[in-house]
């Protein structure tokens, strides 16, 4: 069988930590590197139920997108929730392995899985990372993708695309713009996306889809696309193209948007495990909403 180093080394060419943000630090959590490794489970974040799950069906390892210990923490006891994770994962001997900003920019990771479950082609990264190895692959990284859709569509007719593409949530998804404005060029960052309004502009798309908008970024990016609109009405060139207001918005649940990442993940992740060790580990990818609010009204 695999051991779990040989796994963790799987993962982290796939996923390399170089791409991860500054801020970040995903990676082994947890786990004994010289352990067997025979199943292998995903899930988008590492809650208490989520744990409970993948220890129930066997799982040596799971691999999550959001951290357990996203902040420093000081103790891991028993007087806390990620303490009690910890325990319970050393006692299983369930290995946690994240894969965060890190898979947020690799090929084939959650920025691209989301964009190729929109029907976006002729992609790039919306922030490029430059690597000497991905590039020499034939392969583009980077945070976020910026790509077009095969024919045009109604604004709200995308917005519906998207909505059906994801994990149902009670949060549900919002659309903000001129609901029959025509759309073609597509943005795509998912996780928190207010902090990159200006790379979007810069593309020039006509929809930005990310999630956790909240209302002071997104109330100045809509007035200000709509200013600009009014200007190249008038002729005045400022920002893309036309006169259409862009980019529009639609606001995605967090976790349901990465968790696209692992349609891909639980089948490239055994598989290149194979390629290096000659077995192939079951895999599984929980589907158990890991979104926080359970009712809207």
């Not at 077009?148 to 917005?159: D, G, I, N, S, V």
């Not at 696309?225 to 006169?243: F, K, S």
Request: glycine share 8%.
């Amino acid at each position: 069988m695999p051991t779990l180093a040989q796994v963790v080394n799987v993962l982290e060419t796939l996923y390399p930590l170089r791409y991860a943000e500054s801020w970040d630090a995903p990676g082994l959590i947890v786990g004994d590197p010289s352990a067997s490794v025979t199943r292998i489970a995903f899930a988008a974040d590492p809650t208490a139920a989520v744990i409970d799950t993948a220890i129930e069906h066997g799982a040596d390892v799971l691999v999550t997108h959001h951290p357990l210990l996203f902040r420093s923490v000081h103790q891991v006891s028993g007087l806390g929730t990620r303490g009690d994770i910890v325990r319970k994962l050393y006692q299983s001997g369930c290995a946690l392995w994240v894969g965060h900003t890190n898979a947020d920019a690799a090929y084939r990771g959650v920025g691209q899985a989301a964009a190729d479950l929109f029907g976006l082609v002729d992609q790039h990264p919306l922030v490029p990372i430059h690597d000497d190895e991905a590039a020499a692959a034939g392969h583009e990284v980077g945070l976020g993708r910026v790509g077009r859709l095969e024919r045009p569509m109604t604004f709200a007719a995308f917005a519906q695309r998207v909505a059906g593409v994801l994990p149902h949530t009670e949060l549900g998804v919002q659309a903000c713009g001129p609901l029959d404005q025509m759309v073609e060029t597509v943005a795509v960052l998912p996780g928190s996306g207010d902090s990159l309004f200006d790379e979007v502009r810069a593309s020039g798309a006509d929809v930005y889809v990310t999630s956790d908008l909240r209302h002071h970024p997104a109330t100045d990016a809509i007035e200000q696309a709509r200013y600009e609109a009014g200007l190249r009405a008038q002729g005045i060139a400022v920002g893309h193209g036309d006169d259409r207001i862009r980019p529009l918005m639609i606001n995605t649940p967090h976790s349901a948007i990465e968790s696209l990442w692992f349609r891909y993940a639980v089948d490239d992740v055994p598989a290149a495990v194979a390629q290096a060790t000659g077995t192939r580990p079951e895999s599984e990818w929980l589907r158990m909403s890991t979104d926080p609010w359970t009712l809207r009204l």
